[in-house]
């Protein structure tokens, strides 16, 4: 392979410094002052440290935040969004870096254009469209209307698969409806966030108005729900942690959104484009080496079609170059050791209940991988709704496919998981069309696409355990406000 940037080479940026953290407008090390490694996964080293911030951190955070928040929340809106529209602008100039930062602590190799800049423009187009209602009364005397206001202090914890452009969806419409904002990167994956954060600070958003808090998420991240500042949270990651996070909220009375991930069907018609979607369906399970939520991970195909699927599919995988992410390669390692351990556990268990291995299982070997967290792409076939497989998120490039017999069966397996995230079709029937994606319990539904690609500003978010609430949509901002009724009464006086 031929290398695109300088592996060895250090990533000299003024965006980033040594351990530390952002809080109330000043870069600073953990109250404790202990350090955690990041690592870099194609090869296991340390690429920087970070301040390993627990309560104390979180709670200094918080009172930078309830400090800058009286004037933050008073700045009026199309100020606000002026200052989002510069963070987007500063952001631009600086994509090539924050990708470079994102592809050395995820693994994965250059996606494309980056999507943050423009992620930031279309919430910061909201900021001064939040408006309320008028609302009939009783007595002419009366005026009845509804305010649109921020929460307050707001908290937000989010993974290590996609940071930049999580910590731009929950950042940038969290401040642009006037709430300051807490929010903890994973330690896997802090490097785009921070980054970003000196960014916006560039762009002259107030100190405070935005605090990164890096550390475990057993100890900072559990720190912002339980915090009685904090007045809404926003939180990705697993079902089991986001149950935790769900608990604290409850006992703090705030309310909370949630996305958990998700096991997405894509089922396939005889009628569809099958050269099309096997590609679709391949680049999309090895896209960021399956570790994308909405990853379509099970295939559910008409049984008239079955086998010319698995053969398309396991062609199309069977091109996917695997790397480090300075080569000019499709697929990455996996985020870290633990990862690749769950991975690999899920491909034994596909084995060992009766699957068919059709390709991959194996981790590649050779100079390039080194002591990286690599795995190949892995399918299987002939594998039944009820395994491990078929059920539980796996996070990883490993492929399903499960053979039906008629649309209601397909129905069936489609939404016989806990999960609801994304699903997909693909026919050239308008009426099959409509009728499944009526019928699929998920938030999106994509017809003749992978992962519901090709719609700006589409809210995402799960039905069941995917979670509930959305993001990315029209109501960005709106869903970091909360409803205020206002009843005004003019004077009694009569008026000389």
């Known amino acids: 392979m031929t290398a695109v940037i300088d592996p060895q080479a250090t990533l000299e940026t003024p965006l980033l410094a040594d351990n530390v953290q952002l809080i109330g407008g000043e870069w600073v090390p953990a109250a404790s002052g202990e350090t955690l490694e990041v690592i870099n996964p194609a090869n296991r080293e340390v690429l920087s440290r970070i301040p390993r911030g627990a309560a104390a951190d979180v ?27 510069r963070w987007a602008a500063l952001v631009e100039e600086n994509a090539e870096v924050l990708d470079q930062l994102e592809s050395r602590d995820v693994g994965r190799p250059h996606w494309g254009p980056s999507p943050l800049a423009g992620m930031i423009r279309f919430i910061a187009g909201q900021t001064d469209k939040v408006q309320g209602l008028s609302l009939p009364t009783y007595s002419p005397d009366v005026l009845g209307f509804t305010l649109r206001e921020p929460y307050g202090v707001v908290g937000a914890i989010i993974p290590w698969n996609a940071p930049g452009p999580m910590f731009t969806n929950e950042v940038a419409a969290a401040i642009a409806a006037g709430n300051t904002i807490v929010i903890k990167p994973a330690e896997d994956a802090p490097l785009a966030p921070l980054a970003l954060a000196q960014l916006a600070m560039d762009a002259g958003i107030p100190a405070g108005v935005i605090n990164v808090v890096t550390g475990l998420g057993a100890e900072a991240g559990a720190a912002i729900p339980n915090h009685p500042g904090i007045r809404r949270v926003g939180f990705t990651g697993s079902p089991a942690t986001g149950s935790t996070v769900m608990e604290a909220c409850a006992r703090n009375l705030i309310p909370l959104h949630l996305e958990l991930g998700g096991k997405s069907p894509q089922v396939i018609f005889p009628d569809a484009d099958l050269a099309t979607a096997a590609q679709a369906i391949a680049t999309g399970i090895t896209l960021n080496t399956g570790q994308i939520c909405a990853a379509g991970s099970r295939v559910v195909v008409h049984r008239s079609i079955h086998q010319e699927v698995v053969e398309r599919l396991a062609t199309a995988m069977q091109q996917v170059t695997v790397g480090p992410w300075h080569q000019k390669v499709n697929m990455g390692p996996l985020i870290n050791g633990k990862q690749h ?26 100079e390039d991988f080194g002591e990286g967290y690599f795995v190949n792409p892995t399918l299987f076939d002939n594998v039944s709704p009820d395994m491990k497989i078929a059920q539980e998120e796996i996070f990883g490039p490993v492929l399903s496919v499960i053979p039906v017999d008629d649309e209601q069966e397909a129905i069936e397996v489609a939404n016989g998981v806990d999960y609801g995230l994304v699903a997909s079709v693909w026919t050239e029937d308008v009426g099959t069309a409509v009728r499944m994606s009526r019928a699929l319990q998920a938030g999106q539904v994509g017809v003749n696409n992978a992962l519901g690609a090709g719609v700006i500003g589409g809210p995402f978010g799960g039905y069941k355990s995917s979670g509930f609430g959305r993001t990315m949509g029209a109501d960005s901002v709106l869903n970091w406000t909360q409803t205020k009724t206002v009843s005004l009464r003019g004077a009694t006086r009569p008026v000389n």
């Open 59 to 85: 709670d200094a955070a918080v009172q930078a935040a309830e400090r800058a928040l009286p004037g933050w929340r008073d700045t009026n809106a199309t100020a606000r969004a002026g200052l989002l529209f």
């Open 341 to 366: 351990g769950r991975v690999m556990g899920y491909i034994e268990a596909g084995r060992d209940g009766g699957a068919d291995l059709v390709l991959g299982g194996d981790t590649p070997s050779g």
